[in-house]
């Protein structure tokens, strides 16, 4: 009995280990999917200082130096360029590729402010 007890725990415990992460879990893991789904339409990202922009509904919310600093503010766009009170983010058409990954986005981004210059990549998530 006692051999037929342990060979069903260590079953239960194999099956728990072979199943795939959730669809929550896939959620928290991918930032992309998790952004599209609050409704953002554009995300970018860089590196070398770390940085995030979202582009959403006439908002544009930076975050830099590991997600520390946030600035969110009102965009207006022409073309491929957002406007903001202290940025500009510009969208060029790609092929770009993440500099740590090396993973390819259709898009690369550059967002000047009169302090500094950050480039990086993105894509549309509409």
Known sequence: MKSRFSFLVGACFTLIA?????????QTVNPWVKAAQKGVEFRGTGNEPPWIVELSAGKMVLLTGYDKNRTEQPYVVNGLSYYTQDYTVTKGLGPCHDSMSGEEFKFSVTIQSE??????????LR
């Open 18 to 26: 072979c199943d795939g992460p959730t669809a929550a879990e896939n």
């Open 115 to 124: 302090h500094e210059t950050l480039k990086g990549c993105g894509r549309d």
